[in-house]
């Protein structure tokens, strides 16, 4: 499923995709075999501290370097091209605000992936828990949220159960491609 997400990723033209690992980061690597120059590895030795480490590993990684990035999870395999483009369109065109966040959102919810941009160092030294960007919203000035009919964009696989979903709408997807 990871290695969906990356190339999923990888196929819409960012400038550098990181992966942020956690445990078992090395047998994973070695299974995914990702060589495409534009990606790059990241360990986080604190994962068990919740999802903001691993964005605050890459944040600080990168901050130099970019101001904006695009926020993908590794268990959200059914987000469509589409959203992606939209929601990084809509990101690109905000980059001269202050701090901004740019989600997409199915029937109410938000989702993912996420748009954060002119990212400071106040903003990620205050990421905390396993909430992500949640914890910190307040600190942005500027929030968008862009309506879609992708349903991708809330269907993370967290259990069992999500699992089973997920195979069975892959196998769903698989067949009407044979069909068509």
């Known amino acids: 499923m990871l290695g969906h997400v990356i190339k999923k990723v990888l196929n819409n033209n960012f400038m550098d995709v990181y992966t942020?690992?956690?445990?078992?980061?090395?047998?994973?690597?070695?299974?995914?075999d990702i060589t495409d120059d534009h990606h790059h590895w990241l360990v986080n030795e604190d994962y068990q501290y919740g999802?903001?480490?691993?964005?605050?590993?890459?944040l600080q990684h990168i901050m130099e370097d970019h101001q904006h990035?695009?926020?993908?999870?590794?268990?959200?395999?059914?987000?469509?091209?589409?959203t992606v483009e939209m929601v990084k369109s809509s990101?690109?065109?905000?980059?001269?605000?202050?701090?901004?966040?740019?989600?997409?959102i199915h029937q109410g919810a938000a989702g993912h992936p996420v748009f954060i941009g002119?990212?400071?160092q106040n903003i990620v030294a205050?990421?905390?828990?396993?909430?992500?960007?949640?914890?910190?919203?307040?600190?942005?000035?500027?929030?968008?949220?862009?309506?879609?009919?992708d349903d991708g964009v809330n269907?993370?696989?967290?259990?069992?159960?999500?699992?089973?979903?997920?195979?069975?709408?892959?196998?769903?997807?698989?067949?009407a491609k044979k069909i068509n």
């Open 20 to 32: 942020v690992l956690g445990h078992q980061a090395e047998q994973i690597k070695a299974a995914l």
């Open 51 to 58: 999802q903001s480490t691993s964005i605050k590993a890459v």
């Open 69 to 82: 990035v695009m926020i993908f999870l590794g268990d959200m395999p059914f987000i469509k091209d589409g």
């Open 91 to 104: 990101g690109q065109v905000l980059c001269r605000r202050a701090p901004f966040i740019v989600r997409p």
């Open 118 to 120: 002119n990212i400071d």
């Open 126 to 149: 205050q990421l905390d828990g396993d909430s992500g960007f949640k914890s910190v919203k307040r600190l942005f000035a500027f929030r968008e949220l862009i309506d879609t009919d």
């Open 155 to 175: 269907f993370d696989v967290d259990t069992k159960e999500d699992y089973t979903l997920a195979v069975d709408r892959i196998g769903k997807y698989t067949s």
